[in-house]
């Protein structure tokens, strides 16, 4: 059974920095497409980042510029997140592809397999 755990996530003030992890457990390594997303009360879940085996990254619009996903390790990815605005408040949850998904975005959740219980980030304005 394939497990994430999610942390890093707190309460800063506007321009503030975080950078959140997410671990694998049940895999030897991180041999599939890896993504953030988030989540704010009374919206729908946003995707933010997607790290694909071959090191190929996309972020959404929103986060563009300020966000940076990557392997930490063999088992942990990061998010790396800068200039946080009131706007990036949510829970942010990490997800693996399925085996042999066919594409690593953020556009759409419909190939990730497995979730983390995910990690508030709180931005003070």
């Known amino acids: 059974e394939i497990e994430l755990e999610e942390s890093g996530g707190g309460s800063v003030q506007a321009g503030g920095s975080l950078t959140l992890s997410c671990e694998v457990n049940?895999?030897?390594?991180?041999?599939?497409?890896m993504a953030w997303f988030r989540q704010s009360p009374g919206k729908e879940r946003e995707g933010v980042a997607s790290l694909d085996t071959d090191g190929t990254t996309t972020y959404s619009d929103s986060v563009k510029g300020r966000f940076t996903i990557s392997k930490r390790n063999k088992y942990t990815v990061d998010l790396q997140m800068n200039d946080l605005g009131p706007e990036d408040t949510a829970v942010y949850s990490c997800?693996?592809?399925?085996?042999?998904?066919?594409?690593?975005?953020?556009?759409?959740?419909?190939?990730?397999?497995?979730w983390g219980q995910g990690t508030p980030v709180s931005v003070g304005s």
């Open positions: 997800a693996i592809a399925k085996a042999f998904a066919d594409q690593c975005t953020v556009t759409t959740d419909n190939q990730y397999r497995y």
């Open positions: 049940g895999l030897p390594y991180i041999s599939r497409c």
